[in-house]
């Protein structure tokens, strides 16, 4: 770590490029810290309970050098005890959430499907109370299937994005472990509200289940799980390691994903309900995982007073010293003077982080509040200004149509093709297998080739470019594609583009100043859930308008990705770098 603080690498690379690199720094600097350790002091632990008991025998410089190590050997236990249980969580919770989404569907289907020939034509319900899988790819049932499952996805996203902030006032205030406990009872709460619909049909009409999404209201869901969870990451890492880690995470997600649709697919086939249960256990074991976190508000002491080497992430959420530094002295006076009780300066400031006092009532809580949001937005102005900032971040809201196209891929492989959901969801399992090896050696290994004249941004501009194009043609082509062996090209077209985001943030995050990072991140959140909540509605309209259709239509909803991706393509090819 000790020469990733001092230089910061010039090039903001792409994260599959740099992972490697900075994974190796950090694996060599911590065996340094190790040795230097084990030198200074043979006793940690006496070294680190009081970091002054050298005053004696040390001069004052190497004193200081002294309590940083020692600041840094706590990091090291802090750092290693949480990544490991980031790691665990993540993949526990992403395996089970991917686990369920096949059999969720496949429920759900079975109860549209009973419910709709109930009503017309009652014959075809098995003695079991069942109607074949097979009858069930009929129009009607499919497009009750996609509105069930788009406006739950609406729901979830709505919620969660109107929570994001409050929670994230919360992971300021009072630490960022117990925010995240918070958000256990409302896994549990969400399965258990799904599941009383889905396992008592007959009492439960299956609308009910978007009622599930209240349980969010506790801890705010999925969004703020993984918000705090990059932000706890952020806090125990140096920017340099920033991109490698979280491409690590993103990998194991990946990994995660083909492993648990492909046992998914294999369990469905027995019975829907053995994966389904079995995911959600895991993901709400994953949640009690944050029980044993230590607390990483405070991991860099004295984050202040350094240079802003480290940037927390917990300025996602815009933490106090945040605003000390960030607006200018305008925007002081335009906060204050909004507050007449609060003196001239910063004294406002102050006054919230010293914690809750006695005399805080809730009308200072809603000030706080008040000026909270003022606050807030102050810090987010210089997006706002940077025309090619802008241009970037619209990647960012239309990549999760794509994303929100998938939701339905599985149904639309199951209805084009005439396939049971449990094929579909086997195929589906591929695409991460495709993916993975794509973004450790394809990528890496093409700009280590093509590119060795270009500098990093330049690289990452063309690879970018290129994986929009991918990423338009191969989503144009899941839509038109009459026959799987038209699909399976497509598919893999889209995935090779996939990597189009990771490039878009590494390309982005270079457009903005050290401490600004965090803020863009946070915005990039924000777009992201935003661009769900669209998608949600949008491609649930337009898939059920397919069907309706018919025929080739019934890939309208990628056609229309399709047309958005190319939107972006034209955003991307208008984006110019910066002259340096």
Known sequence: MSTQFKESLDREDAPFLSAAAAAAGVASDSNVHRTNAAHKHNDDGD???DPHHHHHHHHHH??????????????KKIRFRLMVTLFAM????????????????????????????????????????????????????????????????????????????PYGLMADRFGRKSTICLSIPGFVLNCLMQLAVMWFPDTFPLRTVWASSLAWLLGGGPVVAFAIIWTMMSDVSTEEERAAIFFKF?????????ASSAASSWLMALDPWLPLLLGWALAIIGMFFALSLPETMGAFPGRESKKSNSLELGQIFSSHSEYKSVPSKEQEQEVSS?????????????????????TATRQTFFAAVKRRVQAYFAPYAFIVQNRQIMLLLTAFLVYRLSRGSSWFLVQYISTRFKWTLAEANFLMSFKPALTIPLFLFVLPAISRRLLKSMKPTQKDLTLMRISIVFLTVG????????HVYMLIPSLLLQ???????????????????????????????????MGNVIASLSITTVFQIGLELGGRWIGLAWMMTATAFMMVGVAVSMFRLPRS
């Open 338 to 358: 909004d507050d007449e009780d609060s003196g001239p300066g910063e004294s406002h400031v102050d006054e919230k982080s010293g914690a809750a006092t006695a």
């Open 90 to 165: 993540i993949l526990a919770v992403e395996v089970g959430i991917c686990m369920s989404n096949g059999p969720v569907t496949r429920i759900f289907e079975s109860i549209a499907c009973r419910e709709y020939y109930a009503q017309y034509d009652p014959t075809q319900i098995g003695a079991n109370g069942q109607v074949d899988e097979d009858l069930c790819k009929i129009k009607e049932v499919q497009q009750d299937l996609a509105a069930v499952k788009g406006y739950m996805e609406f729901f979830d996203g709505t919620l969660s994005a109107i929570l994001a902030i």
């Open 47 to 49: 070294e680190i309970n």
């Open 475 to 482: 989503t144009l082509g899941i839509g038109l594609s009459s």
């Open 250 to 258: 993103g990998v194991a997600g990946m990994g995660a994903d083909f």
């Open 495 to 529: 995935t090779s583009g996939s990597g189009f985001v990771f490039l878009t943030r590494s390309l982005i995050t270079t457009l903005v100043k050290r401490e600004e990072t965090a803020r863009l991140f946070t915005i990039i959140e924000v777009l992201q859930s």
């Open 62 to 75: 190497d004193e200081e050098e002294d309590e940083e190590e020692d600041v840094k050997l706590i990091n």
